[in-house]
């Protein structure tokens, strides 16, 4: 085995309500199982403490809603968990009042994602989100004042009924908040969901605009001096940041192809040539837990060709050379020569890069290479 996992992720899955969209793990309600549930996540650390390397890079508490945890349970996690280089909580903002800042700056959290989806309240109510724009702004200055200084929104585009000007106009008023940190995401909605089934039409619409929509996201961000170091994902460049490196720690872990160790109900880890996801079910991770057992697991072995695919499908959303000694058996050189030809890939040096345009069109660029 190598040297651990550096890199932990923590799933609390509880929320105020669930959003249409949403196809996370999440429970709604249940306030009276936070104190057994964070029994169960510090016993299964303990289980799993010797796949985890001595000093972690990352730390990702991700959800569900984690700033909607009891904050006495919250805090209790906090202090429990190993030192890392880069502390993550995500937020939803309306949770994010003084004391919960003050609460996480006390207690080593250096970064929090504040999941604002959209400024706009029309659309808010499409998804279903209770939080409104002012409770956006309220949570950034929290946590400014509270001394974190890594601050990250999450944005939507695609979003049934939403226009290109709405969406500049979301990216206005993101970047008047001056975010360290900026995650842009197209809307994603299962199949069979009612979401679908309620705006199946419009969402169809949606999927011809979200070309121009990430060219519009790439434009505004970077012409206001944010790296596009990930598909989906900006920092402010470190000139305006102090020096500092704002790309997210925790998932440049899982796009540079990292190992790492994920805790609570349906948390997936991989670790070296497995992965193991456990069982989506809060009854049956307390029971594991009263019984002193993992969580019950599906488990999976990769091989090494499916790793080196998987490496190239994450790598490749990076805005960095991927390294090509250890994916050449799956990379189609022929394929990547033409894609260079016409100017949506580089190859140099043993490494393959996409060219701007070719991160735009992104996953079928991907696709062609994968022989």
């Given amino acids: 085995m190598r040297d651990g996992a550096r890199h932990l992720y923590v799933h609390l899955p509880f929320c105020a309500s669930r959003c249409g969209y949403c196809d996370f793990v999440t429970v709604v309600g249940h306030a009276d199982r936070h104190g057994a549930y964070v029994d169960a996540l510090l016993g299964e650390l303990a289980l799993e403490r010797h796949l985890l390397a001595p000093k972690l890079e990352s730390i990702y508490l991700g959800g569900g809603t984690p700033s909607l945890t009891a904050p006495p349970e919250l805090e209790r996690l906090l202090r429990a968990l190993p030192p890392a280089r880069e502390l993550t909580v995500e937020a939803n903002p309306e949770t994010v009042t003084p004391s919960l800042a003050a ?3 006390r207690n080593r959290v250096d970064r929090v994602s504040i999941g604002a989806q959209t400024f706009n309240t029309a659309l808010l109510d499409v998804l279903d989100r209770g939080a409104r724009p002012e409770d956006v702004r309220a949570a950034m200055h929290r946590l400014a004042d509270a001394g974190i200084d890594n601050r990250s929104l999450d944005l939507i585009y695609g979003i049934p009924g939403q226009t290109p000007s709405d969406l500049a106009r979301d990216l206005d008023e993101a970047l008047a908040l ?17 979401f679908t089934h309620a705006h199946g039409a419009e969402l169809l619409r949606q999927a011809d605009e979200l070309e121009s929509y990430i060219e519009l996201v790439v434009d505004r961000l970077t012409a206001a001096g944010y790296r596009w170091y990930e598909t989906a994902n900006f920092c402010r460049l470190p000139d305006r940041a102090g020096g500092r490196d704002l790309r997210a720690r925790h998932n440049l872990g899982y796009w540079l192809g990292h190992d790492y160790l994920g805790l609570g109900v349906g948390a997936v880890s991989t670790i070296e040539n497995r992965r193991w996801r456990n069982a ?5 991770y307390l029971a594991a837990h009263a019984r002193r057992e993992r969580p019950e697991r599906e488990v999976e072995t990769l091989s090494a060709s499916e790793q080196a695919t998987e490496r190239v499908m994450l790598g490749l959303r990076l805005d960095q050379p991927l390294p090509l000694a250890a994916v050449r058996d799956v990379v189609d050189l022929e394929a990547l020569a033409r894609l260079a030809e016409r100017g949506l890939a580089v190859h140099r040096e043993g490494s393959l890069t996409l060219t701007p ?7 079928g660029v991907t696709a062609r290479l994968l022989a």
């Fill in 357 to 363: 345009r070719g991160r735009l069109l992104g996953g």
């Fill in 280 to 284: 989506p079910s809060l009854p049956r």
């Fill in 178 to 194: 001056e975010p360290e940190h900026i995650s842009a995401y197209e809307l994603e909605a299962k199949p069979g969901t009612r």
């Fill in 103 to 105: 609460l996480l700056s």
